[in-house]
C-alpha cells in the first residue's frame, strides 16, 4: 500500500453559516429545541427565518468542511468533497476553505438550488441552536468524488448530516468503497440525534458490515445508536463493534476506546463558553490530526480538547488563533 499524499479527506455539506445572537424566548417562539439542528427544506423557509434574525455573521461552515479545516490549520494536508452552486455563497465557500488551505475542487452547480447555509442562533449561555437548508449540497453526485484524492488519504472521513439526501448517499458509498480497495481507514461522525432517527438502520449495517473505522458519537448520539440510556452499556455495545470509538461528554471532556484501549480525557478549561457551534467538529479535527501523525489515543483525544477548547471560546466554527501552536504543547 502507498503512503498517503492526504491526511484526511472529508465528504460533507459545504455550507456558509449564518450566526446571530438570540435570547431563549427567541429560540421557543421559532419552535426548535435548544442546541438542536433541523432542517429547513425550501428556499422559502430559510428566507423567512433569516428575515427575522438580528444582525448576522457569515462565516463558511459544514460540519466536515470544519473538520478539514482545522486538520489544515494543525499542519495537516487535507481535501474536501462537497456541493455548492454557482452564486455569492457558493463563491465564499471556496474562497474560505482553499484560504484555510484545504485542496476543494468540486465544480458548482448551476441554477437552484443556491449554495447551503445555516442559521445558527447563539443563546447567552454559548448553546447553538442550527436551522439548516441544505441547498445543493443535496445533489452531490457520485460523480463528483475524486476517487484518486479519497485513494490517497490516509483516513476517509464522512458526516452523518449528508446521509440523508439520496444522491450524496450514493457518493459516500462510493466514496466508502473506493477507501477500502486502497486500504484506507474510514472515520464516521453520527452528527445529530435526528440523523440517527431517520437512519439509524443504515449506520448500524454500516458498521455491522465493518466499513466504519473511527466512530464520532456524543452522549445523546451514542445512546440513540445503542437504543440505550445506559451510558456504561451504550458505550460497551458499540466499542465492541467499531475499531475505534470517540464519545465527546461536553464540559466532562471526553474518551475513547480502540483496541480494548480506553482513553479519558478532560475538557480543556476555558474563560468563557461563547459559542459552541463547531465543538464537536473541532475535536475530530484533533482526534484524526492525532491519529493520523501516529499519536496514542490519549494524545490524540487532548488534541481533541485542545482543539475544541479554542473553538468554543469564540463566535464561528473556524479557528481565529494558530492552532497548531497550541497542539504543540503536547510535545
Known amino acids: 500500500m502507498s503512503t498517503p499524499t492526504y491526511d484526511v479527506v472529508a465528504i460533507g455539506n459545504a455550507i456558509v453559516d449564518i450566526l446571530a445572537t438570540a435570547t431563549d424566548d427567541f429560540?421557543?417562539?421559532?419552535?426548535?429545541?435548544?442546541?438542536?439542528?433541523?432542517?429547513?427544506?425550501?428556499s422559502e423557509e430559510a428566507d423567512a427565518l433569516y428575515a427575522k434574525m438580528g444582525p448576522g455573521r457569515e462565516v463558511s461552515g459544514g460540519s466536515a468542511a470544519n473538520t478539514v479545516a482545522g486538520i489544515a490549520a494543525l499542519g495537516g494536508k487535507t481535501g474536501f468533497l462537497g456541493q455548492v452552486a454557482a452564486d455569492q455563497l457558493g463563491d465564499v465557500f471556496a474562497h474560505d476553505i482553499r484560504a484555510a488551505g484545504v485542496h476543494f475542487d468540486?465544480?458548482?452547480?448551476?441554477?437552484?438550488?443556491?449554495?447551503?447555509?445555516?442559521?445558527?442562533?447563539?443563546?447567552?449561555?454559548?448553546?447553538?441552536?442550527?436551522?439548516?437548508f441544505l441547498g445543493a449540497g443535496q445533489f452531490l453526485p457520485a460523480a463528483a468524488i475524486d476517487r484518486a484524492m479519497i485513494a490517497d488519504a490516509a483516513i476517509l472521513y464522512l458526516e452523518g448530516y449528508l446521509w440523508d439526501p439520496e444522491e450524496p448517499r450514493a457518493a459516500m458509498r462510493a466514496a466508502i468503497d473506493t477507501a477500502r480497495e486502497a486500504g484506507r481507514k474510514v472515520a464516521f461522525t453520527l452528527s445529530d440525534v435526528f440523523c440517527i432517527s431517520r437512519h439509524g438502520d443504515d449506520f448500524r449495517q454500516l458498521i455491522a458490515d465493518g466499513l466504519i473505522d473511527i466512530l464520532f458519537a456524543n452522549e445523546s448520539e451514542l445512546a440513540a445508536l445503542a437504543q440505550t440510556d445506559d451510558f456504561d452499556a451504550a458505550l460497551a455495545k458499540i466499542a465492541a463493534q467499531v475499531p475505534t470509538l470517540v464519545v465527546t461528554?461536553?464540559?466532562?471532556?471526553?474518551?475513547a476506546i480502540q483496541g480494548g484501549t480506553r482513553a479519558i480525557v478532560p475538557a480543556e478549561p476555558i474563560a468563557r463558553v461563547v459559542d459552541t457551534t463547531g465543538a464537536g467538529d473541532l475535536f475530530a479535527?484533533?482526534?484524526?490530526?492525532?491519529?493520523?501523525?501516529?499519536?496514542?489515543?490519549?494524545t490524540s483525544l487532548k488534541l481533541g480538547a485542545i482543539c475544541a477548547a479554542e473553538i468554543i471560546s469564540h463566535v464561528g466554527a473556524r479557528p481565529v488563533v494558530n492552532l497548531k501552536a497550541l497542539a504543540d504543547r503536547l510535545g
Open 106 to 132: 468540486t465544480p458548482a452547480r448551476p441554477g437552484e438550488p443556491t449554495t447551503g447555509r445555516c442559521l445558527i442562533f447563539v443563546t447567552p449561555d454559548g448553546q447553538r441552536t442550527m436551522n439548516t
Open 249 to 255: 461528554r461536553g464540559a466532562e471532556g471526553a474518551c
Open 27 to 42: 429560540i421557543t417562539e421559532i419552535g426548535v429545541a435548544k442546541g438542536s439542528m433541523q432542517l429547513m427544506f425550501s
Open 285 to 298: 479535527s484533533g482526534f484524526l490530526h492525532g491519529q493520523a501523525q501516529g499519536r496514542d489515543l490519549e
